[in-house]
Structures are given as C-alpha cells and as structure tokens.
C-alpha cells in the first residue's frame, strides 16, 4: 500500500498563502490521479482539487482562481499552492490517491483509497 505524507500547513493570515506538499511512496505514481480534500470540525470531508495522471486539474468552485494543484512525477510528490486564503480556507487538509490507474477525475472521497495523515492549516482573520 503506498503511503502519502502531507506537509506545508500552518497559521496564516486571511490574504496569505501556503503551499501544501504531498509525498508519496511506491511505484507507479505518476499513473494515478491525486486530490486534496479538506474537513472542518463538525463537517465533511470535502474535494478541493484534483490532478489526473496526465495533468488535468479541476477544483472545487470555492477555491478555484485562488488554488493551483501540480505534480512532480520525478519526485513523487503533488502540491497545493494556496493563495489569498479565507478563514472559511480552515481545514485539516488531506491528500489522497486514486483507487484506480488512469481515468478522470473523481470527486468523492470513496474513489480514493490511499489518504495522507493531514496537515492542519488555519487562516486567521
């Protein structure tokens, strides 16, 4: 099973930005879609982004003009550059691995079956 740890979260000010990196172990990274997903305390997990494995991104309406989802296959590892964050942006924030090679963009939470520990990220205002 392949591991994925999460690191870049932090406190922040409403306007600031942090990015977000997502390690992953094991073989045949680069043939799988990733996302990030977010929960609040007291809600549900949620998409904020995601990357196919050739590249395609898509976002959650909430964040989309002020996130930016990459890969770097050669390093294993997937980021999420946060821009002009809100405190609604607060969240423990999760990445995660597709359940399958290939295909498109999924949005739910169970089509991914390998997740990160999350990392805390917290927008003051």
């Known amino acids: 099973q392949v591991q994925l740890v999460e690191s870049g979260g932090g406190l922040v000010q409403a306007g600031g930005s942090l990015r977000l990196s997502c390690a992953a172990s094991g073989r045949a990274f680069s043939s799988y879609g990733m996302a990030w997903f977010r929960q609040a305390p007291g809600k549900e997990r949620e998409f904020v982004a995601a990357i196919t494995w050739s590249g395609g991104t898509d976002y959650a309406d909430s964040v989309k003009g002020r996130f930016t989802i990459s890969r770097d296959n050669a390093k294993n590892t997937v980021y999420l550059q946060m821009n002009s964050l809100k405190p609604e942006d607060t969240a423990v924030y999760y990445c995660?691995?597709?359940?399958?090679?290939?295909?498109?963009?999924?949005?739910?939470?169970?089509?991914?079956?390998?997740w990160g520990q999350g990392t805390q990220v917290t927008v003051s205002s």
């Open positions: 995660a691995r597709r359940s399958r090679t290939f295909g498109s963009t999924r949005y739910q939470p169970a089509e991914y079956d390998s």
